[in-house]
């Protein structure tokens, strides 16, 4: 195994098993109080005002119809097209937009380029997707330079985003940057770079197969690892930790209606003991939830008296 | 398209931490300016400034005004073990244990925000205050953010550093910070402008808690006068059962005299169908209001009952803004009250946070009878057939306002509009409406503070833009006090901050505006009663 193979596996395994550690810490903590934000797009029939069963007299009766693909396209709008920061924050979305995309554009290429490596080591033809493969990277890669230059600048000059940017926003910058300049230089320099491409995903599996890359391909790999290694230790793990701001927190709309299985999760959460200090919650490091709230805390029993 | 932001004052996230005599400052000229005929400075009443007393006995570092009135320490000594509470604070803040409530969404928002200002541009506070850094949605947020990252994640590295900035821990921070997540309402427009999903909101929200539940710090009229005081005495306004039954039976022989038509308010009637539960600011400020909810559920052939139980009559909940286990305190009392009575519902009254508070959030504490919030029910009402309406008689101009926490948190939006379609003939929406309204400035509980010079602020910045909305919903109409004008506003906290905001600016005077809930307006329909119930007299 070369020193490339053994940095590429050892990314992956950091990368999945932070974000898979990131995933689960978050999904596993405890079901909070209801803090919905309208519009919630699998309000049937509603959505496009903001409205919800609550509308509705005797709401617990009627039953609910969610509208699954209403929230679907929602979160395809804002996922590929950052709709959210076109409507809220036109400037920014010059320069997120972009950078975004590019982003996906580079990844859509090299899972294509991945494909290809499968198809390559199982004998078969993969030469129909070269091009495509060297249309989408290079698309990206533009775009993401762009996008890059434009993010730069306005975290540099506009005072907005500066007071608020600390050192990892500008290295961010230049590292995703980096990764699309070298991604430039390597498909201008290199006639082969789609089948060389392909040639090194297959040759992670079957070294035999490792064709010799230019050496601005390895630039462009080794930042590419680079930022997969530190990613999930970073903010931009919003790419994934957004579906729980959605879907758990300003979508999370699930009744606790008598009969209800919400509650069977929730007693759990009311048997854990207290142990905030101020007096007027009356904490003795043996009451939990349910002892607080359904009886009066010590001041309060005093002012009664 | 949204406004390009420039600001004016500039702060840094450590200059939060240096001593000062007074960290920011708004002048009558930053603000954002206001319709004719507001639109003159040198008009205006002018903005107290904080005794010289007050600075000297409490914290006032921060700006122009105080909620909290934190006393000085005596001491260094004191001072650092403030600090040590507040790191203590922190720690709970972030465990399961006493912050199951919130945590998932409190370490989302802190772990993941993109430092892109996308929100600032959302908040009218912010925007009316002239774009004055301190009033930023993410000020306050960045601050927590480097703190829990330095003290909770662990640690001071230089990874920490590197991802998350730093700041210095010190007193001057601590008590800031306390002022600080009292100058947002809470209102949550800035969330629903977040690509990712972080919730400024939601952190002040937390803030306050952290220092109400383990410093006991918190605004006085929302802690002591609020939660504590309807724990004890029955409700947040201080009425104990006697006086809200002597109460009722002024308004119910008002109502008599007023509408031809006899009203009796019920009290503590087992079996009810319904549960009515109103604001009880209602009963002091606004008595038409249960009046008139009173007055409908009798001709609608409704059985329902008020309840005389220590906050049976009050279901204003406090705790929703600043205390979990408040909330959790006076929620679990209104269902046992409920499940007491054996009714089959509870009816929620005309109140944005009583609503948001009652009806979900408090959803996830018990299984508890079912509530029904006040304008699905006038929905109901009006469009059964049952009673009838005469939209001629609300010949006026009328406009709506969204409260925050039964809009844009319960998706409530159309029942009240299908209503006042119905029956005001001249009824105009406010821009932008809906679950995109500003918030009135008085929320989060803030329409009840006027301590120190805390209503000045609230009314010249918090309130600006929505008197600014107001002012514009009635563009069209003659400008003066001929014409009289109704802003409903379903909710008594969002009411109490537009009768503040039209009396400091006297538009009541020099506009005809007038404000009240939405139920009147239909009692105002009714064909059955005699004369108007809507008095622009007694308004």
Redesign the interface.
Known sequence: MTFLHFFVYITIIVFLAAVIARGVRIARMPIHLRWDLYPIPHEKGRAHYGGSILEEVDWWTKPRHKDHIGELKVMILEILLLKGVWEHNRKLWFGSFPLHFGLYLLIGGEALAVLGGVLHLLGQQFLFLQPVITVVIWTGCVLGVIGTVIMLLMRIFDSNLSKFSTPSHYFNLLMLGAIYVTGILWLSGDQGFAANLVGFYAGLVSPSVMPALPAVAFWHIGCALLFMFYLPFTHMTHFFTKYFTYHSVRWEDETNRPGDPLQKKLDPQLAQVVTWSAPHVGADGRKNWVDIVTSPAPEIEKETK | ??V??K?KK????RDFSKPSEQLAHVDPEDLYPLPPPYDKVEEQPGFKRLSEEAKRKYEATLDDTMVVNIPKPKDKEEEDKLVR?FV??LE?LF????N??????L???M????????????CPIYEASGYN?IYRP?YRS?ILRRLYFKYVKGGGGW?K?????DIELNWTLVSRLLELSYRCTLC?RC?????????NG?ISHDLRKLF?????LAAKDL?EKGT?QQ??VGSSTGMNALVVKDNCEFIDEDMEERTGIKVETVWDKEGADVLLIHNAGEFLAWPDNPGAFALILQEMGISWTLSSEIAGYDGVNYGLFYD???L??IA?RHYEIAEKLKVK?ILMGECGHLTKAM?????????AT?R??A???L??VVFSGKLKLDPSRNDFPVTLHDPCNM?????????QRRVLRHIAPKFREMHPH??RNYCCGGGSGWAIMSQNNFLDWRIQVSGRKKFEQILNAFADEDPGAETPKYVCAPCSNCKGQIRDLFDYYGAKEKSGLYYGGLIELVVNAMVDIKGRFIDWEIM
Do not use: Y
């Open positions: 398209m949204a390009a932001v600001s500039k702060l840094s996230i509470q203590s604070g709970k465990s399961p244990e006493n199951w409530t919130f945590l998932q969404p370490t989302l928002s772990e993941h925000c993109a430092r892109c200002q996308t929100c600032i541009k959302d850094d993410t960045e990874w550093k590197f991802n998350n900035g949550r969330a629903q402008s977040c690509p990712i999903g972080v919730d939601q109400s539940c383990e410093m006991e802690h504590i724990l004890t979990d286990v408040q959790a305190r679990m519902k009806g979900v959030v408090g959803d996830r504490l018990t299984q079912p029904e919030n304008m699905a029910f929905d109901g809009v844009r948190s319960m998706g409530i939006v159309e029942p809906g679950v």
